[in-house]
């Protein structure tokens, strides 16, 4: 689905005319091209005195990745992306020099710049002002990512206390936020919970050797996260209803993969995709639970027929194919099972209360079975997208979908690659630090929780 109204105000004539009528103009955000930098720009590394060890250390890393890197924003210079180290700040007194040092570097942040915030977590400070300043760190990503402009975005790392800023899943998180690939990731705090996992040899393919199921793989996001995982160097099966045979047909094809015919919802559902992987590839690396449908009716007139169904395909199959994974033996040694949850089960959305109990019930699951996966070696989270430009969104009435679609910081949809690549990041070896989390791609929707 395309949105018009970005393209008009981004050419030509239209473009003028917007901008002298004061109009809102969405920008179009940077994505991931092979072959482009990984930043649009020199990179200043900010933090406060106390945390200077830890910016050396990030600011290395970025050297090593041949970035352009400042320990101070000079009075004229424009930056790709600033990156701001906080992760030994004792109280809140302790933001102003670093926050305020930032303030100038946002003016001239490059169109489609990051700022990423790393810090700690409240909840592991050891006294209240820590977790008062930790705590505000949370306020001020939150509030500088809906101040930013031209397709820029604004994130944190938060690194559980004891994980080094050298950790996988640190210097993964990073270079991700960094990185064209976190195009609709804004205003959201990836949390770093352990130093597992593993750098990759190669960051344009993580995935090489990895066998990887998406369910409703057939179109829409699905289709782009066989893409993006298969791109990245994954083996994929492709898994939608027989119904949806020749799109999905199409899709593996493309992709160098599998199809796997299967209605995830039949009982014998967990069996026969095992059976698939194991005859035809043997083991199985990386599922994403991604089949989902929307029943949407007002409560007041919800029926058996519109809920059912909704909590059947998007959460209780989720739960009894992980369950199934879990005892089997093609499992591989570093699974990764993501799921797809929606910032309707986060915050709610009217005609929604049953897709919003599946999507909140996906994001209970991941978070009860973070254990049982670490316990395998592995991780399992979820992804929240907003409205992402669908075959499903193309549903919603116009009026509505034109107030959804710009509800957001970045004032337009995301695409199924932005969610395919938050996918991918959490699918990767990098990021196996990162567990039970449910990470936004909505563009700081503001779903008012
Ligand atoms: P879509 O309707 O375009 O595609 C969903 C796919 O899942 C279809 O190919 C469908 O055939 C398949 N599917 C449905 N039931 C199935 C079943 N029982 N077994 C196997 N396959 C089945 O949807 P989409 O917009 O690409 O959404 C993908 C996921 O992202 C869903 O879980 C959805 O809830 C979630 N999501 C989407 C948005 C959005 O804005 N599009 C926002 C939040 C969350």
């Given at each position: 689905?395309?949105d018009?109204?970005?393209?008009?105000?981004?050419?030509?004539?239209t473009k003028?005319?917007?901008?002298?009528?004061?109009?809102?103009?969405?920008?179009?955000?940077?994505?991931?091209?092979?072959?482009?930098?990984?930043?649009p720009?020199?990179?200043?590394?900010?933090?406060?005195?106390?945390?200077?060890?830890?910016?050396?250390?990030?600011?290395?890393?970025?050297?090593?990745?041949?970035?352009?890197?400042r320990?101070?924003?000079?009075?004229?210079?424009r930056?790709?992306a600033?990156?701001?180290?906080?992760?030994?700040?004792?109280?809140?007194?302790?933001?102003?020099?670093?926050?305020?040092a930032?303030?100038?570097?946002?003016?001239?942040?490059?169109?489609?710049?990051?700022?990423?915030?790393?810090?700690?977590?409240?909840?592991?400070?050891?006294?209240?002002?820590?977790?008062?300043?930790?705590?505000?760190?949370?306020?001020?990503?939150?509030?500088?990512a809906?101040?930013?402009?031209?397709?820029?975005?604004?994130?944190?790392?938060?690194?559980?206390?004891?994980?080094?800023?050298?950790?996988?899943?640190a210097?993964?998180?990073?270079?991700?936020?960094?990185?064209?690939?976190s195009a609709?990731?804004?205003?959201?705090?990836?949390e770093?919970?352990?130093?597992?996992?593993?750098?990759?040899?190669?960051?344009?393919?993580?995935?090489?050797?990895?066998?990887?199921?998406?369910?409703?793989?057939?179109?829409?996001?699905?289709?782009?996260?066989?893409?993006?995982?298969?791109?990245?160097?994954?083996?994929v099966?492709?898994?939608?209803v027989?119904?949806?045979?020749?799109a999905?047909?199409?899709?593996?094809?493309?992709?160098?993969?599998?199809?796997l015919?299967?209605?995830?919802?039949?009982?014998?559902?967990?069996?026969?995709?095992?059976?698939?992987?194991?005859?035809?590839?043997?083991?199985?690396?990386?599922?994403?639970?991604?089949?989902?449908?929307?029943?949407?009716?007002?409560?007041?007139?919800m029926?058996?027929?519109?809920?059912?169904?909704?909590v059947?395909?998007?959460v209780?199959?989720?739960?009894?194919?992980?369950?199934?994974?879990?005892?089997?033996?093609a499992?591989?040694?570093?699974p990764?099972?993501?799921c797809?949850?929606?910032?309707?089960?986060i915050?709610?959305?009217?005609?929604?209360?049953?897709?919003?109990?599946?999507?909140?019930?996906?994001?209970?699951?991941?978070?009860?079975s973070?254990?049982a996966?670490?316990?395998?070696?592995?991780?399992?989270n979820?992804?929240?997208?907003?409205?992402?430009?669908?075959?499903?969104?193309?549903?919603i009435?116009?009026?509505?979908?034109?107030?959804?679609?710009?509800?957001?910081?970045?004032?337009?949809?995301?695409?199924?690659v932005?969610?395919?690549?938050?996918?991918?990041?959490?699918?990767?070896?990098?990021?196996g630090?990162?567990?039970?989390?449910?990470?936004r791609?909505?563009?700081?929707?503001?779903?008012?929780?």
């Amino acid at each position: 689905m395309t949105d018009t109204y970005l393209n008009l105000v981004n050419t030509g004539f239209t473009k003028k005319l917007a901008k002298q009528l004061g109009l809102p103009r969405p920008a179009v955000l940077r994505r991931h091209r092979p072959g482009a930098p990984l930043v649009p720009g020199p990179v200043v590394v900010l933090d406060d005195a106390a945390s200077e060890k830890d910016a050396d250390t990030v600011a290395q890393q970025l050297l090593d990745w041949d970035l352009d890197v400042r320990r101070h924003a000079g009075p004229e210079e424009r930056f790709g992306a600033a990156v701001v180290v906080l992760t030994e700040v004792a109280s809140p007194e302790d933001l102003s020099a670093p926050v305020l040092a930032l303030g100038p570097v946002l003016k001239r942040l490059a169109p489609g710049g990051r700022v990423v915030v790393v810090s700690r977590p409240a909840a592991g400070a050891t006294s209240p002002a820590a977790a008062a300043a930790r705590q505000g760190i949370d306020g001020v990503v939150r509030s500088l990512a809906k101040e930013l402009r031209g397709g820029a975005t604004g994130n944190g790392i938060v690194l559980a206390d004891g994980v080094a800023p050298s950790a996988p899943s640190a210097v993964g998180a990073l270079r991700f936020l960094l990185s064209g690939r976190s195009a609709f990731v804004d205003g959201q705090l990836v949390e770093v919970d352990s130093d597992a996992g593993e750098l990759p040899t190669d960051w344009e393919r993580p995935l090489d050797g990895r066998v990887a199921v998406v369910t409703g793989a057939a179109r829409g996001i699905g289709a782009a996260i066989a893409r993006t995982l298969a791109g990245q160097g994954a083996t994929v099966v492709a898994v939608d209803v027989p119904a949806a045979g020749d799109a999905l047909a199409k899709v593996a094809n493309e992709v160098h993969g599998t199809a796997l015919q299967l209605d995830i919802t039949a009982t014998d559902a967990a069996e026969r995709l095992l059976q698939h992987v194991r005859s035809r590839h043997g083991r199985l690396d990386v599922v994403v639970h991604n089949a989902g449908i929307t029943r949407d009716k007002l409560l007041a007139n919800m029926t058996p027929e519109k809920w059912d169904p909704v909590v059947g395909v998007n959460v209780m199959a989720p739960l009894r194919i992980t369950d199934a994974l879990l005892v089997s033996e093609a499992l591989g040694e570093a699974p990764r099972v993501v799921c797809l949850a929606s910032t309707s089960g986060i915050a709610g959305n009217r005609g929604q209360t049953n897709y919003a109990a599946s999507k909140g019930g996906v994001i209970g699951m991941v978070q009860a079975s973070a254990p049982a996966l670490a316990a395998a070696g592995g991780t399992i989270n979820a992804v929240a997208p907003g409205f992402i430009e669908t075959d499903m969104t193309a549903r919603i009435p116009f009026a509505t979908r034109e107030v959804a679609r710009r509800f957001n910081s970045l004032q337009q949809g995301g695409q199924p690659v932005d969610v395919a690549e938050t996918i991918a990041f959490l699918a990767s070896p990098q990021a196996g630090g990162i567990n039970g989390r449910t990470l936004r791609v909505c563009g700081q929707n503001m779903v008012g929780r």
